[in-house]
């Protein structure tokens, strides 16, 4: 488990929050308001609680009372209406700020580098996008109007109370001073343990993640012991730090009550002596209001007091949303170009990168590839060939060297502009959850239908498409759960046929695919390349025989490069990879 850091900024952290609900500051003042004018009732009506033990009740006074319990009837039934319209306004508020929270943290999702997804889980970052923004959302809800009601009614008691009996004032004081003191120090214990809890969380989200999205892998190879063994390891340890967090923060409640308890005792006893003794002008009535008073004073204290675990968690909650959001984006040079058309030269000089440092993946690589040319890329598995795809699509920053497309470094292109001219067809195809038409159109967001079937077509995807309960209009979800992997990997090279960019990429675009399956999309794939500068990654060494160019890879450097008869006359590595896929002139697989 990550080891947990406690909250480093809280005061920075509430700005953060302001700064999304200063749009609704003129409601916020309403709220604010209504707050003062039911605290105002309250005092009030408490105060008349008093007169009326004192001068209705004592006095046998019925008309008197009866005039007053209206009175005090209506003014409850205002101040039921404005909490009313309090709660009202702060469900919207809340729901409004979570959802731009929400809306900012998605985007800033879509805008940060791979880099970032390569070093964080992916049920770690579900976590912060739905539980951490739910937790905001739940105190925004829970806390708001009960801070601003809280401190106008500590101050508004205070002040009924003092002038009613400064003695009584002093004995809620004191209380007041014991349930503060000991409150600041369990916080200090809280505000980590729920930082931790909201850590454990996020692993927990991550296992959940990874073993429903490779449950298939889980009971192929009989691992669901194993899944289990380690899923409850993990839900111990967040339970743990769930209990502690909810136990250090559980102590504060009876502690208060206890305070208050005794506060109640003293005061009643108090106001009894002197009522015996005939001494400080206290009667019933005002030990009664008195009473009263101290349950609405406190009250407001103990509310905020048990949100402490609330607003804690809101607050760590709060640090990792904007921890997100304070990612540093993808960003285009301040002079990068809008190319929209290209010729298809692309070269990489002396191109050398590591995802980590120390860790060379490619090593001055040097490769050219003219308009219209068909470089294959071969090489054994994590020889670096999906990475220099990876940069001639600007995903990862360079180390040194330069990848260059017709003359210009890729990094001085606009992103968005270099991925439409470069597309890439993935060796493992992602479909989203929506219908078939949609999931090839998102190759070309304004392909017509006509131009979408076409693609398929071409892909000889059409045939298996109609088959389906809607066709084109069947709407696929589970990344198309419901399809073979071949199906997924045709409609992807639809895709990739409805964009029809100048530079392509195929990334062992046909390896999920069954030999009489290859045999057409071949034929689709010389179709496509045509015209087209194409890089083929392949393992399959037959399916790139045809190469302009073929390049070598091995620990990250170019070892080989030429024509297959070329490579195969040499007899050097190439020549030994594809001896090794075909001994005995079976093709291995």
Aim: include cysteine.
């Amino acid at each position: 488990m990550r080891v947990a850091v406690s909250i480093n900024d809280w005061r920075g952290t509430v700005h953060r929050i302001w700064a999304y609900l200063a749009s609704k500051k003129w409601r916020l003042f309403g709220v604010f308001l209504m707050t003062v004018v039911t605290t105002a009732v309250t005092i009030v009506g408490n105060r008349f609680n008093g007169i009326v033990v004192d001068t209705y009740i004592a006095k046998h006074n019925l008309r008197g009372l009866y005039i007053i319990c209206l009175v005090l009837a209506g003014m409850y039934v205002v101040s039921s209406a404005f909490t009313y319209w309090q709660n009202y306004t702060m469900i919207d508020v809340a729901q409004d700020t979570s959802a731009r929270i929400r809306h900012d943290i998605f985007a800033k999702l879509q805008r940060l580098p791979m880099r970032y997804f390569d070093t964080h889980d992916n049920g770690d970052v579900m976590s912060t996008l739905t539980n951490d923004v739910d937790n905001i959302n739940t105190a925004l809800m829970q806390t708001f109007v009960q801070l601003f009601t809280g401190i106008i009614s500590v101050v508004g008691m205070l002040g009924a109370m003092i002038v009613l009996s400064p003695l009584l004032t002093v004995i809620v004081l004191l209380s007041t001073v014991m349930t503060y003191t000991f409150s600041r120090m369990a916080a200090r214990v809280t505000q980590k343990a729920f930082t931790i809890q909201q850590s454990a969380l996020g692993d927990l989200n991550s296992q959940i993640e990874e073993s429903v999205s490779g449950k298939r892998a889980v009971q192929l190879f009989n691992h669901e012991q194993m899944s289990l063994d380690r899923f409850a390891q993990t839900n111990t340890q967040y339970t743990a730090a769930a209990y502690r967090a909810q136990l250090f923060s559980g102590a504060m409640g009876p502690f208060n009550n206890m305070t208050n308890n005794v506060a109640y005792l003293l005061i009643t006893a108090a106001g009894a002596i002197s009522i015996v003794s005939g001494r400080g002008g206290i009667t019933v009535g005002v030990i009664f209001t008195f009473l009263i008073y101290l349950r609405n004073f406190t009250g407001p204290i103990n509310n905020t007091l048990n949100l402490i675990n609330t607003l804690q968690l809101s607050l760590a909650s709060a640090e990792r949303v904007f921890k997100v959001i304070d990612e540093e984006p993808e960003r285009d040079l301040p002079d990068a170009e809008a190319i929209t058309t290209t010729t298809g030269a692309v070269s990489f000089d002396h191109v050398s990168f590591a995802y980590e440092p120390g860790k060379e993946i490619l090593h001055d690589v040097n490769i050219e590839a003219h308009p219209g040319d068909t470089v294959a890329i071969v090489g054994p598995t994590g020889a670096g060939k999906t990475t220099m795809m990876n940069l001639l699509t600007n995903l990862y920053p360079l180390q040194s060297g330069t990848v260059r497309l017709d003359g210009r470094d890729v990094t001085t292109i606009k992103r968005q502009n270099l991925r439409r001219l470069v597309t890439v067809v993935q060796q493992e195809s992602h479909m989203f959850t929506a219908s078939v038409a949609d999931n090839i159109r998102n190759g070309s967001l304004d392909a017509t239908d006509d131009e979408v079937h076409a693609a398929a077509e071409q892909a000889h995807a059409d045939h298996f498409i109609r088959q389906l309960p809607n066709g084109y209009d069947t709407v696929l979800t589970e990344d198309a759960a419901g399809l073979s992997q071949g199906q997924r990997q045709l409609l992807s090279i639809a895709r990739a046929f409805v964009t029809n960019a100048p530079v392509l990429v195929l990334d062992e675009a046909t390896s999920p695919i069954d030999s009489n399956t290859e045999l057409d999309v071949q034929h689709a794939m010389t179709e496509l390349m045509r015209g087209k500068t194409s890089f083929v990654i392949a393992h399959r060494l037959s399916t790139i025989r045809r190469a302009t160019t073929i390049v070598v890879i091995d620990g990250g450097r170019v070892v080989e490069r030429g024509t297959h008869e070329e490579l195969l006359a040499a007899k050097g590595f190439y020549y030994q990879l594809y001896e090794s896929q075909f001994q005995g002139g079976t093709q291995s697989s």
